[in-house]
């Protein structure tokens, strides 16, 4: 499930805002307890409310004390937001310079993207 | 809850352990690592009150562990060889006298737990294979439910299932009832997830004591051409290195700043993970 590589409670974290990206965890929506958390992946509780500590950081959930964690609204928009800076950066540059090393055209990128992104023709 | 101050232990002229000073607070999941010869059993068996220090002072709570039932009575330690009574004894006959011994022992628990490692009360202790006897030790442990519960390398012998339920339990009656543990290990991978902090001891010595995650973060690895590599590590802590033609890889130890990292990508060295058993090889002398 985790590597053995990067802390596995940024591991968590960022799991938990995949899902909430792409919308698998809706906003309010109350996500697993660290508890239920921590027996399920077989971590730490401590670990796992390390990941949780740091997404309320980052306001990505919030605590109603009693009850759980819950999905903060507006999360989705701006994770989204987030990664869409990031995008370019992480993702494109480093596969411009692949590309670049490997000789592919860009006209040739850009055809293969249009046929994976169909409808966009901006 | 647990420390230690310029505890030793010696045998002979053998120093098993250096003077140590300890300090383990409560209710937590505690490993504990160190290559063969380490000291570890022996730092089990001191904080357990099976031995007697040579110097120094191991207290629980407050109080001396040595020779003191009120302390002992709330120590279980789970040895290696997982020999929990007489070898003659049936399941039954333990079970009964861990549940006359040990204040907070449940016995509803330990019946849940033989039946799911399918374990009887009325097979002999001795009659169990290493796997079974293992299982076995570690119901005797984990219904105990010693505020300091200590297994030095438990898992010895069990097949991967059973080690997971093992795994599985402790969580499970960790979060039911908190308390602390400590978990010696050659299993790094497998069981470090369940730590919340790890002790290394190497040498009869406290090499680090750190949450994992922190010590995950220290170490990274980077790689690149072998003159560029060298450069950039200049200064750092070099835990190991590895050639492959022009490409050299090198492990620091003490974690990247920005600066650093931002320096790395200039020079497009890959900068990475390392893992928390090779860190732990690494720290601990390499492989010889």
């Keep these: 499930m985790f590597d053995d590589r990067s802390p596995i409670y940024r591991q968590i974290a960022d799991q938990i805002k995949d899902d909430v990206l792409r919308g698998v965890l809706a906003a309010d929506e109350q996500v697993m307890s660290t508890n239920q958390y921590a027996a399920y992946y077989r971590i730490n509780p401590a670990t796992a409310a390390k990941a949780f500590q740091q997404l309320v950081d980052e306001g990505v959930i919030y605590k109603r004390r009693g009850v759980g964690m819950f999905v903060t609204a507006g999360a989705q928009a701006r994770l989204r937001d987030g990664r869409r800076e990031r995008f370019f950066a992480e993702v494109l540059e480093p596969m411009a310079a692949e590309a670049r090393a490997l000789g592919i055209a860009a006209a040739d990128i850009v055809a293969r993207i249009h046929q994976l992104i169909p409808g966009d023709s901006r | ?288």
């Design chain 2, 1 to 288: 809850m647990i420390t230690t101050s310029a505890l030793q232990v010696r045998f002979g002229d053998t120093t098993a352990l250096h003077p140590l000073d300890l300090d383990l607070p409560g209710e937590r999941i505690y490993g504990l690592l160190g290559r063969n010869g380490a000291g570890k059993t022996t730092l089990l068996s001191v904080l357990a009150g099976f031995r007697k220090p040579s110097a120094g002072a191991v207290l629980f709570d407050g109080a001396p562990v040595f020779e003191n039932v009120r302390s002992t009575s709330r120590i279980c330690l789970i040895r290696d060889d997982g020999m929990v009574g007489d070898g003659t004894d049936n399941l039954r006959d333990v079970l009964d006298m861990a549940a006359m011994l040990r204040p907070a022992f449940d016995s509803g628990y330990a019946a849940e737990l033989l039946d799911r490692f399918g374990l009887t009360r009325k097979q002999r202790l001795g009659a169990l294979s290493r796997g079974q006897r293992s299982a076995f030790a570690i119901v005797v442990g984990l219904a105990s439910r010693a505020p300091l519960t200590m297994f030095d390398e438990a898992h010895l012998g069990m097949d991967a299932a059973n080690r997971q339920l093992f795994h599985d339990e402790l969580l499970r009656d960790y979060l039911a009832h908190p308390r602390t543990f400590v978990l010696s290990t050659h299993l790094i991978e497998e069981q470090s997830p369940l730590f919340e902090q790890v002790l290394i001891l190497h040498e009869g010595r406290l090499l680090l004591q750190s949450d994992l995650d922190e010590l995950r973060e220290r170490g990274v690895s980077v790689t690149g051409p072998a003159q560029v590599v060298d450069d950039f590590v200049y200064g750092l802590k070099v835990l190991s290195e590895r050639t492959l033609g022009p490409t050299k890889q090198v492990t620091v130890f003490g974690g990247l700043d920005d600066e650093r990292r931002a320096l790395a990508g200039r020079y497009a060295l890959e900068l990475g993970p390392v893992a928390v058993q090779d860190l732990f090889i690494h720290l601990t002398g390499g492989v010889p």
